[in-house]
Protein backbone atom coordinates (compact mmCIF):
# COMPACT_ATOMS: atom_id res chain seq x y z
CA UNK A 1 0.00 0.00 0.00
CA UNK A 2 1.33 3.30 -1.14
CA UNK A 3 1.83 6.55 1.59
CA UNK A 4 -1.33 8.01 3.12
CA UNK A 5 -2.18 11.50 1.78
CA UNK A 6 -0.86 13.87 4.30
CA UNK A 7 -2.95 17.24 5.12
CA UNK A 8 -0.58 20.11 6.10
CA UNK A 9 -3.21 23.48 6.08
CA UNK A 10 -6.60 23.65 6.39
CA UNK A 11 -8.38 27.30 5.91
CA UNK A 12 -11.35 28.70 5.15
CA UNK A 13 -11.80 32.38 3.58
CA UNK A 14 -14.36 33.92 1.55
CA UNK A 15 -13.85 34.98 -2.22
CA UNK A 16 -16.42 37.19 -3.76
CA UNK A 17 -19.77 35.68 -2.95
CA UNK A 18 -17.96 32.60 -2.81
CA UNK A 19 -17.37 30.28 0.73
CA UNK A 20 -13.78 28.79 -0.02
CA UNK A 21 -12.05 25.56 1.97
CA UNK A 22 -8.74 25.15 1.06
CA UNK A 23 -7.11 21.76 1.98
CA UNK A 24 -2.97 21.72 1.08
CA UNK A 25 -2.11 17.90 0.50
CA UNK A 26 1.44 16.04 -0.04
CA UNK A 27 -0.14 14.62 -2.99
CA UNK A 28 -3.42 14.38 -4.17
CA UNK A 29 -6.39 12.81 -2.36
CA UNK A 30 -9.65 12.34 -3.22
CA UNK A 31 -12.83 13.11 -0.33
CA UNK A 32 -15.86 12.03 0.37
CA UNK A 33 -18.56 14.92 0.59
CA UNK A 34 -22.00 14.47 3.15
CA UNK A 35 -24.92 16.36 4.37
CA UNK A 36 -26.30 15.88 7.58
CA UNK A 37 -27.51 17.44 10.48
CA UNK A 38 -26.55 17.37 14.29
CA UNK A 39 -28.33 19.21 16.69
CA UNK A 40 -31.08 20.89 14.47
CA UNK A 41 -27.40 22.48 12.63
CA UNK A 42 -27.03 21.55 8.70
CA UNK A 43 -23.32 20.45 8.19
CA UNK A 44 -21.36 19.45 5.21
CA UNK A 45 -18.86 16.77 6.31
CA UNK A 46 -15.54 16.83 4.28
CA UNK A 47 -13.85 13.43 4.86
CA UNK A 48 -10.49 11.83 3.59
CA UNK A 49 -10.32 8.14 4.29
CA UNK A 50 -7.24 6.98 4.96
CA UNK A 51 -5.14 10.47 5.44
CA UNK A 52 -3.34 11.86 8.30
CA UNK A 53 -3.23 15.27 9.58
CA UNK A 54 0.18 16.81 10.08
CA UNK A 55 -0.58 19.76 11.85
CA UNK A 56 -4.25 21.45 11.16
CA UNK A 57 -6.50 23.32 13.81
CA UNK A 58 -9.33 22.27 15.73
CA UNK A 59 -11.54 24.75 14.73
CA UNK A 60 -12.22 27.85 12.04
CA UNK A 61 -13.91 30.71 12.12
CA UNK A 62 -16.88 30.59 10.20
CA UNK A 63 -18.11 33.74 7.61
CA UNK A 64 -21.89 35.45 7.46
CA UNK A 65 -22.86 33.65 4.34
CA UNK A 66 -23.37 29.96 4.87
CA UNK A 67 -20.75 28.82 7.49
CA UNK A 68 -21.19 29.23 10.92
CA UNK A 69 -17.82 27.87 12.36
CA UNK A 70 -16.16 24.97 10.83
CA UNK A 71 -13.69 22.09 13.22
CA UNK A 72 -11.95 19.61 12.47
CA UNK A 73 -11.51 15.73 14.05
CA UNK A 74 -8.23 13.17 12.96
CA UNK A 75 -8.61 9.42 13.53
CA UNK A 76 -6.72 6.60 12.38
CA UNK A 77 -9.71 6.03 9.72
CA UNK A 78 -8.66 9.94 8.08
CA UNK A 79 -9.46 13.18 8.51
CA UNK A 80 -12.87 14.70 9.35
CA UNK A 81 -13.72 18.89 8.06
CA UNK A 82 -17.35 19.76 9.51
CA UNK A 83 -18.74 23.14 8.57
CA UNK A 84 -21.78 23.69 10.25
CA UNK A 85 -23.92 26.22 7.97
CA UNK A 86 -26.40 28.60 8.74
CA UNK A 87 -29.99 26.86 8.56
CA UNK A 88 -32.60 28.38 6.05
CA UNK A 89 -29.98 29.44 3.19
CA UNK A 90 -29.44 26.95 0.66
CA UNK A 91 -26.55 26.64 -1.31
CA UNK A 92 -24.78 24.78 -3.92
CA UNK A 93 -21.45 23.51 -3.76
CA UNK A 94 -17.85 22.34 -6.43
CA UNK A 95 -15.02 21.00 -5.66
CA UNK A 96 -11.83 21.19 -6.99
CA UNK A 97 -8.15 19.76 -6.98
CA UNK A 98 -5.00 21.33 -8.22
CA UNK A 99 -1.31 21.84 -8.54
CA UNK A 100 -0.25 24.06 -5.59
CA UNK A 101 3.07 25.57 -4.77
CA UNK A 102 6.43 23.54 -3.66
CA UNK A 103 5.10 19.88 -5.10
CA UNK A 104 1.85 20.30 -3.01
CA UNK A 105 -2.15 19.91 -3.96
CA UNK A 106 -4.48 22.23 -3.23
CA UNK A 107 -7.85 20.39 -2.41
CA UNK A 108 -10.49 23.31 -2.94
CA UNK A 109 -14.50 23.21 -1.99
CA UNK A 110 -16.36 26.40 -2.32
CA UNK A 111 -19.76 26.79 -1.44
CA UNK A 112 -22.17 29.89 -2.87
CA UNK A 113 -25.83 30.60 -2.05
CA UNK A 114 -28.32 29.08 -4.75
CA UNK A 115 -30.85 31.90 -5.77
CA UNK A 116 -32.92 30.17 -7.46
CA UNK A 117 -34.21 28.70 -4.29
CA UNK A 118 -37.06 30.36 -2.56
CA UNK A 119 -36.03 29.84 0.56
CA UNK A 120 -33.12 32.16 0.10
CA UNK A 121 -32.65 34.66 2.70
CA UNK A 122 -30.21 37.96 3.36
CA UNK A 123 -27.33 37.08 5.32
CA UNK A 124 -27.51 37.70 8.68
CA UNK A 125 -26.79 40.52 10.41
CA UNK A 126 -23.70 40.65 13.38
CA UNK A 127 -25.12 39.97 16.41
CA UNK A 128 -23.77 41.81 19.92
CA UNK A 129 -20.37 40.33 21.41
CA UNK A 130 -20.53 37.36 23.69
CA UNK A 131 -18.81 36.72 26.04
CA UNK A 132 -14.98 35.37 25.45
CA UNK A 133 -15.09 31.53 25.99
CA UNK A 134 -11.75 29.26 26.17
CA UNK A 135 -11.64 27.45 23.50
CA UNK A 136 -8.39 24.96 24.69
CA UNK A 137 -11.54 22.89 25.60
CA UNK A 138 -12.22 20.32 23.57
CA UNK A 139 -15.75 20.88 21.44
CA UNK A 140 -18.13 18.31 22.00
CA UNK A 141 -18.47 16.09 19.34
CA UNK A 142 -20.72 15.81 16.77
CA UNK A 143 -22.39 11.80 16.09
CA UNK A 144 -20.89 10.33 13.05
CA UNK A 145 -22.68 8.25 10.61
CA UNK A 146 -21.84 5.16 8.92
CA UNK A 147 -19.63 5.58 5.88
CA UNK A 148 -21.54 6.26 2.68
CA UNK A 149 -21.40 3.72 0.08
CA UNK A 150 -21.11 4.92 -3.62
CA UNK A 151 -24.82 3.96 -3.96
CA UNK A 152 -25.36 6.81 -1.91
CA UNK A 153 -24.09 8.94 -4.68
CA UNK A 154 -26.40 7.60 -7.45
CA UNK A 155 -23.43 5.18 -8.51
CA UNK A 156 -23.20 1.48 -9.18
CA UNK A 157 -21.07 -0.60 -8.28
CA UNK A 158 -19.82 -1.17 -12.31
CA UNK A 159 -19.32 2.40 -12.28
CA UNK A 160 -16.72 3.41 -8.87
CA UNK A 161 -13.73 4.96 -10.38
CA UNK A 162 -10.07 3.46 -9.83
CA UNK A 163 -6.67 5.15 -10.61
CA UNK A 164 -5.22 8.05 -8.74
CA UNK A 165 -7.46 11.42 -9.00
CA UNK A 166 -6.73 13.04 -11.92
CA UNK A 167 -4.60 10.70 -13.99
CA UNK A 168 -4.89 8.40 -17.17
CA UNK A 169 -5.73 5.78 -14.99
CA UNK A 170 -8.60 7.31 -13.78
CA UNK A 171 -9.44 8.68 -17.08
CA UNK A 172 -9.68 5.14 -18.89
CA UNK A 173 -11.81 3.55 -15.79
CA UNK A 174 -14.28 6.55 -16.40
CA UNK A 175 -14.38 6.54 -20.43
CA UNK A 176 -13.70 2.56 -21.46
CA UNK A 177 -14.41 3.18 -24.87
CA UNK A 178 -11.72 6.04 -25.11
CA UNK A 179 -8.94 3.52 -23.43
CA UNK A 180 -6.96 3.46 -27.10
CA UNK A 181 -7.09 7.77 -27.70
CA UNK A 182 -5.98 8.00 -24.44
CA UNK A 183 -3.64 5.20 -24.03
CA UNK A 184 -2.01 7.13 -27.23
CA UNK A 185 -1.96 10.30 -25.69
CA UNK A 186 0.03 9.33 -22.82
CA UNK A 187 2.54 7.83 -24.82
CA UNK A 188 2.98 10.47 -27.05
CA UNK A 189 3.76 12.74 -23.44
CA UNK A 190 0.41 14.72 -22.75
CA UNK A 191 -0.29 14.93 -19.20
CA UNK A 192 -2.66 16.29 -16.90
CA UNK A 193 -2.00 19.76 -15.91
CA UNK A 194 -5.26 20.90 -14.46
CA UNK A 195 -8.39 18.51 -13.29
CA UNK A 196 -11.52 19.67 -11.38
CA UNK A 197 -14.77 17.62 -9.73
CA UNK A 198 -18.32 19.35 -9.42
CA UNK A 199 -20.79 18.54 -7.34
CA UNK A 200 -24.57 19.27 -6.07
CA UNK A 201 -26.31 18.13 -3.63
CA UNK A 202 -28.40 15.35 -4.66
CA UNK A 203 -27.04 15.06 -8.10
CA UNK A 204 -23.96 12.85 -9.75
CA UNK A 205 -20.28 13.65 -9.88
CA UNK A 206 -19.28 15.43 -13.13
CA UNK A 207 -15.53 16.24 -13.81
CA UNK A 208 -13.21 18.12 -16.46
CA UNK A 209 -9.14 17.66 -17.19
CA UNK A 210 -6.98 19.76 -19.25
CA UNK A 211 -3.94 17.95 -21.10
CA UNK A 212 -1.02 19.30 -22.27
CA UNK A 213 1.87 18.55 -23.78
CA UNK A 214 5.24 20.63 -23.95
CA UNK A 215 6.14 19.58 -27.65
CA UNK A 216 2.85 21.22 -29.27
CA UNK A 217 2.34 24.70 -26.35
CA UNK A 218 -0.27 25.72 -28.99
CA UNK A 219 -2.05 22.63 -28.65
CA UNK A 220 -4.86 21.76 -26.35
CA UNK A 221 -6.93 18.49 -25.08
CA UNK A 222 -10.20 19.17 -23.32
CA UNK A 223 -11.79 16.49 -21.70
CA UNK A 224 -15.48 16.88 -20.01
CA UNK A 225 -17.21 14.13 -17.80
CA UNK A 226 -21.29 14.00 -17.67
CA UNK A 227 -22.46 11.03 -16.06
CA UNK A 228 -26.26 10.36 -16.52
CA UNK A 229 -28.48 11.51 -13.45
CA UNK A 230 -31.71 9.21 -15.11
CA UNK A 231 -31.53 5.33 -15.36
CA UNK A 232 -31.07 3.70 -18.96
CA UNK A 233 -29.42 7.06 -20.42
CA UNK A 234 -25.78 7.11 -21.25
CA UNK A 235 -22.65 9.04 -19.76
CA UNK A 236 -21.22 11.33 -21.93
CA UNK A 237 -17.62 12.03 -22.25
CA UNK A 238 -16.47 15.07 -24.53
CA UNK A 239 -12.76 15.03 -25.79
CA UNK A 240 -12.10 18.33 -27.90
CA UNK A 241 -8.05 18.57 -29.20
CA UNK A 242 -7.83 22.10 -29.52
CA UNK A 243 -5.81 24.85 -30.77
CA UNK A 244 -7.45 27.80 -28.64
CA UNK A 245 -3.99 28.15 -27.16
CA UNK A 246 -2.32 30.10 -30.31
CA UNK A 247 -1.05 33.21 -29.30
CA UNK A 248 0.16 36.11 -31.08
CA UNK A 249 -1.61 39.84 -32.65
CA UNK A 250 -4.58 38.43 -34.40
CA UNK A 251 -5.44 35.50 -31.74
CA UNK A 252 -5.46 38.27 -28.87
CA UNK A 253 -7.31 41.01 -31.30
CA UNK A 254 -10.20 38.42 -32.14
CA UNK A 255 -10.69 37.09 -28.30
CA UNK A 256 -10.70 40.78 -27.74
CA UNK A 257 -13.32 41.75 -29.91
CA UNK A 258 -15.61 38.31 -29.00
CA UNK A 259 -15.30 39.69 -25.17
CA UNK A 260 -17.03 42.87 -26.35
CA UNK A 261 -20.69 43.80 -24.64
CA UNK A 262 -23.44 45.39 -26.98
CA UNK A 263 -23.00 48.72 -25.35
CA UNK A 264 -19.15 48.61 -26.42
CA UNK A 265 -19.95 47.82 -29.79
CA UNK A 266 -22.37 50.39 -30.87
CA UNK A 267 -19.82 52.99 -29.24
CA UNK A 268 -17.87 52.23 -32.82
CA UNK A 269 -20.56 50.64 -35.32
CA UNK A 270 -23.95 51.98 -35.92
CA UNK A 271 -24.97 48.25 -37.25
CA UNK A 272 -24.49 45.23 -35.68
CA UNK A 273 -24.08 43.79 -38.98
CA UNK A 274 -21.42 46.24 -39.61
CA UNK A 275 -19.17 44.95 -36.24
CA UNK A 276 -19.34 41.04 -37.61
CA UNK A 277 -18.55 42.46 -41.30
CA UNK A 278 -15.69 45.43 -40.65
CA UNK A 279 -14.40 44.30 -36.97
CA UNK A 280 -14.85 40.63 -36.45
CA UNK A 281 -14.68 38.60 -40.18
CA UNK A 282 -11.15 40.05 -40.97
CA UNK A 283 -8.97 38.52 -37.89
CA UNK A 284 -11.58 35.61 -38.10
CA UNK A 285 -10.12 34.46 -41.75
CA UNK A 286 -6.75 35.39 -40.62
CA UNK A 287 -7.42 33.12 -37.84
CA UNK A 288 -8.56 30.24 -39.77
CA UNK A 289 -5.22 30.35 -41.76
CA UNK A 290 -2.94 30.51 -38.84
CA UNK A 291 -4.69 27.87 -37.40
CA UNK A 292 -4.26 25.20 -40.26
CA UNK A 293 -1.10 26.35 -40.76
CA UNK A 294 -0.90 24.83 -36.93
CA UNK A 295 -2.74 21.51 -37.59
CA UNK A 296 -0.40 21.06 -40.31
CA UNK A 297 2.97 22.41 -38.94
CA UNK A 298 2.67 18.60 -37.46
CA UNK A 299 -0.30 17.07 -39.10
CA UNK A 300 0.38 13.69 -36.87
CA UNK A 301 -1.12 15.01 -33.85
CA UNK A 302 -4.76 15.67 -35.91
CA UNK A 303 -4.33 12.34 -37.43
CA UNK A 304 -3.39 10.25 -34.73
CA UNK A 305 -5.97 11.81 -32.15
CA UNK A 306 -9.05 10.84 -34.76
CA UNK A 307 -8.08 7.65 -35.69
CA UNK A 308 -7.58 6.40 -32.20
CA UNK A 309 -11.13 8.01 -31.53
CA UNK A 310 -12.92 6.83 -34.10
CA UNK A 311 -10.82 3.54 -34.89
CA UNK A 312 -11.09 4.43 -38.50
CA UNK A 313 -7.90 6.00 -40.27
CA UNK A 314 -9.77 6.75 -43.25
CA UNK A 315 -12.30 9.90 -40.90
CA UNK A 316 -8.54 11.17 -40.25
CA UNK A 317 -7.74 11.51 -44.06
CA UNK A 318 -11.16 12.70 -44.56
CA UNK A 319 -10.22 15.39 -41.86
CA UNK A 320 -6.98 16.54 -43.36
CA UNK A 321 -8.58 16.92 -46.82
CA UNK A 322 -10.58 19.07 -45.58
CA UNK A 323 -7.98 21.13 -43.41
CA UNK A 324 -6.16 21.35 -46.46
CA UNK A 325 -8.39 22.90 -48.61
CA UNK A 326 -8.18 26.51 -49.46
CA UNK A 327 -9.63 28.92 -46.86
CA UNK A 328 -13.09 30.82 -48.27
CA UNK A 329 -12.85 34.37 -47.63
CA UNK A 330 -16.75 34.97 -48.59
CA UNK A 331 -17.33 32.69 -45.91
CA UNK A 332 -16.96 32.21 -41.57
CA UNK A 333 -16.08 29.28 -42.10
CA UNK A 334 -17.17 25.51 -41.84
CA UNK A 335 -17.81 22.36 -39.24
CA UNK A 336 -17.88 19.07 -40.49
CA UNK A 337 -19.62 15.97 -38.73
CA UNK A 338 -16.43 13.38 -40.38
CA UNK A 339 -17.57 10.64 -37.64
CA UNK A 340 -21.10 9.62 -36.58
CA UNK A 341 -19.94 6.87 -34.14
CA UNK A 342 -18.67 8.20 -32.22
CA UNK A 343 -19.93 11.36 -33.37
CA UNK A 344 -16.84 13.35 -34.42
CA UNK A 345 -16.83 16.98 -35.30
CA UNK A 346 -14.38 18.96 -37.27
CA UNK A 347 -14.72 23.22 -36.82
CA UNK A 348 -12.90 25.24 -38.95
CA UNK A 349 -14.75 28.63 -37.74
CA UNK A 350 -12.11 30.18 -35.85
CA UNK A 351 -10.16 28.33 -33.49
CA UNK A 352 -10.07 25.09 -35.53
CA UNK A 353 -10.40 22.02 -33.33
CA UNK A 354 -11.53 18.25 -33.33
CA UNK A 355 -14.52 17.31 -30.41
CA UNK A 356 -15.51 13.54 -30.14
CA UNK A 357 -18.45 12.55 -28.22
CA UNK A 358 -17.96 9.27 -26.12
CA UNK A 359 -21.66 7.58 -24.89
CA UNK A 360 -21.65 4.82 -22.92
CA UNK A 361 -24.22 3.12 -20.64
CA UNK A 362 -23.18 1.23 -18.15
Known amino acids: MGRQPRGGRVGLSRVGDTTMLTVVMDRPAEARITSRTAAGKPQLVVEFVRARAARIPSRLEGDDMLVERAFTESSPEGVRIILELFPERPYTFWKKVQKGPAGHTLWLLGLNPDPSSPRMEQPRQPEPAKPSRDF ?12 RSP ?8 ERVTGAPGSFAELKSLVPKAAPLLQGLESEGWTVAEFHSYDRPGQRFSRDFLLLNRHY ?10 PANLPNTPNISI ?23 FSEIKKEHEDIGDFFDDALKPPRVKLREETK ?18 RNPQVADKSMAYIKEKVNQ ?16 LNLVDFLYVRVYFLETR
Open 217 to 226: PELAVKIVYL
Open 151 to 158: EDYGLRES
Open 330 to 345: RFEGVQYTVSEDPLTL
Open 293 to 310: SLALKDPRVLQNFISRAT
Open 239 to 261: FTLTTDRLGGETAEKYRRLRKMT
Open 136 to 147: SAPLPEAPVPAP
